[in-house]
């Protein structure tokens, strides 16, 4: 089938540095054209118009010519391909949807996918392409992340219906960037809550627009997308207060009654072993009789699918052991956040923790018990922590925690401004003591008499 469609390059579109891009022109009818932009600059005097090519002659700085004929043979195929995809789909005003269409990154593989407008152009629909994503992400990441990836999607969905307009790729700018977050702090009513709360967290913001970056990134390596520019794009972020327990309240947890409540056993056993291991909740939950070999842990995380080898307290063993032997079935998160908030209660983990976070552009400060506070998080929190002020080097707990930056790590340490002075003390008690200068008295008459 012979296509009315060549590459053309001519001093009609020539720029101020002597340059032409080259187009390729579709004639959809015998009055009718379109240009289609390939973005490759030449000096048009190195077009061979005869063979419709590069000329070999084309000097390095702007590229190498066989290479640059290899990009327009593929950019013709693709522009036929959509050809044959418009003629066999009936799209009404062909030249306008090749037009709307093509783009040098685009592969037609991408046509089968988008569906048709009633202006017979075609948009790669954002929430199908998000679909495909966490699709094909599904067996390749930890079982929680497609979730935060739907998370995603229906902040985005969200937003949509609250602008009353349809967002596309095109649409994609620093403008879309800002007026998205503002939606997300101030206008988004979160959903599943028995009250009315409007407007998110700052680091749950920052989550979305990280992984919505991720996800268009992801679309633009495949060449599904053109390029998008997301420079200002900025992931926002405030420093976490979170609490953690200390080895005497972890141990009040640990030896704590239970035989009134024996459906809570299981949940304080796990909350204990993860403080000791340092393990994520979806790690610690789901250990197995062979991840134990000879008193030492080895798992592969989910989230990062790291490996880690972790040395077992005698406490976290005999757990371990007890899971095995009475084969516990594995918890689910949500119960495990809520018993073992009334364990901590029933421990004396009760005083008030005052924290602060942005709220609405504004700081909220929030008091409630310390045991309300805790969460599955608040095991690899302590964890850290705990090892931070015993002395372990930063390196090693890194090693057992799995944290693969120094300052995503500090994220982790909490400790009070009394905790922080007292662990200077020690340091400086284990350097030889607290005393800033020795007795001895200098002698300045050596130093007077040279005056």
């Given at each position: 089938m012979k296509f009315p469609i060549k590459p053309i390059c001519d001093e009609r579109f020539i720029r101020k540095d002597g340059t032409s891009f080259i187009y390729i022109q579709y004639c959809y009818s015998a009055?009718?054209?379109t240009l289609l932009n390939t973005k490759i600059l030449i000096p048009p005097?190195?077009?061979n118009q005869k063979k419709e090519c590069v000329s070999e002659k084309l000097p390095e700085k702007f590229g190498q010519a066989d290479e640059i004929n290899f990009e327009l043979k593929q950019m013709m195929r693709t522009v036929e391909d959509l050809i044959v995809y418009g003629t066999k789909k009936d799209v009404p005003h062909i030249g306008k949807f090749i037009k709307k269409t093509f783009t040098p990154q685009f592969k037609i593989s991408v046509a089968e996918k988008v569906d048709l407008n009633k202006q017979g152009a075609v948009d790669i629909n954002i929430f199908d392409q998000i679909d495909e994503y966490i699709k094909s992400k599904e067996k390749k990441v930890c079982k929680d992340m497609p979730r935060i990836y739907r998370n995603m999607k229906d902040h985005l969905r969200a937003f949509e219906e609250f602008r009353k307009k349809p967002i596309t790729f095109d649409s994609l700018d620093l403008n879309f960037y800002?007026?998205?977050?503002?939606?997300?702090?101030?206008e988004y009513v979160q959903r599943r809550r028995n009250d009315t709360v409007v407007g998110l967290k700052v680091n749950t913001i920052g989550k979305t627009i990280k992984q919505f970056r991720t996800f268009l990134r992801n679309r633009m390596r495949k060449r599904i997308i053109a390029p998008i520019d997301m420079d200002g794009w900025t992931i926002l972020e405030e420093e976490v207060d979170a609490v953690y327990l200390s080895m005497n309240e972890i141990n009040s947890i640990y030896n704590l009654d239970l035989s009134t409540y024996p459906h809570l056993v299981n949940y304080r056993n796990d909350f204990v072993l993860g403080c000791l291991t340092g393990l994520r909740f979806s790690d610690f939950s789901e250990l197995m009789k062979d991840d134990v070999r000879k008193d030492m842990l080895?798992?592969?995380?989910?989230?990062?699918e790291h490996w880690v080898v972790i040395p077992l307290r005698d406490e976290a063993l005999k757990i371990l052991n007890t899971?095995?032997?009475s084969n516990v079935n594995v918890l689910t998160n949500g119960d495990f956040n809520k018993h073992i908030k009334t364990i901590a209660k029933m421990a004396g983990i009760t005083g008030p923790i005052k924290?602060?976070?942005k709220k609405h552009g504004k700081d909220a400060?929030?008091?409630?018990?310390?045991?309300?506070?805790?969460?599955?998080h608040t095991c690899r929190r302590s964890f850290c922590t705990n090892e931070f002020l015993a002395g372990t080097p930063v390196e090693l707990i890194m090693k057992i925690s799995g944290h693969k930056s120094v300052k995503d790590f500090y994220k982790y340490i909490r400790i009070t401004s009394e905790e922080a002075g007292q662990k200077i003390k020690d340091l400086w008690k284990s350097r030889g003591g607290t005393k800033a200068f020795n007795d001895q008295k200098e002698d300045y008459s050596l130093i007077?008499?040279?005056f």
């Open positions: 009055h009718s054209r005097i190195y077009w800002e007026e998205f977050v503002d939606f997300l702090m101030f080895y798992k592969k995380q989910n989230k990062s899971r095995f032997d924290f602060s976070h400060i929030e008091t409630k018990p310390k045991h309300e506070w805790i969460t599955s007077q008499s040279t």
